[in-house]
Nanobody, 114 residues
Framework: QVQFVESGGGFLQPGGSLRLSCAVSERMFRIFSIGWYRQAPGKEREWVASIRTGGETVYADSVKGHFTISKDNARNTVYLEANNLKPEDTAVYYC????????WGQGTLVTVSS
């Protein structure tokens, strides 16, 4: 069963905004905290933000203040709104439980460039 399906990436200029979506299997969404992660070219995958089942949110220092994680309980979907994007935010973005399992999805590519 596919557990995480990411969407919403694209090509943006610096300063742009977008919203990424993660469709989560019902069981995962109901039981676990869900996180967003990213992997920039040539770098290790890193944690970006997570949201607990009760809605509490936690962010990496690198995105605090310009990324917002949220969820829609009716849709089993977790969102990542990214504002004021910078070239260093270029990466493939993934969602997974937090802490992550080995069941990674395909991710969605975000490219920020002028």
């Amino acid at each position: 069963q596919v557990q995480f399906v990411e969407s919403g990436g694209g090509f943006l200029q610096p300063g742009g905004s977008l919203r990424l979506s993660c469709a989560v299997s019902e069981r995962m969404f109901r039981i676990f905290s869900i996180g967003w992660y990213r992997q920039a070219p040539g770098k290790e995958r890193e944690w970006v933000a997570s949201i607990r089942t009760g809605g509490e949110t936690v962010y990496a220092d690198s995105v605090k203040g310009h990324f917002t994680i949220s969820k829609d309980n009716a849709r089993n979907t977790v969102y990542l709104e990214a504002n004021n994007l910078k070239p260093e935010d270029t990466a493939v973005y993934y969602c997974n439980k937090y802490p992550p399992s080995d069941a990674w999805g395909q991710g969605t590519l975000v490219t920020v460039s002028s």
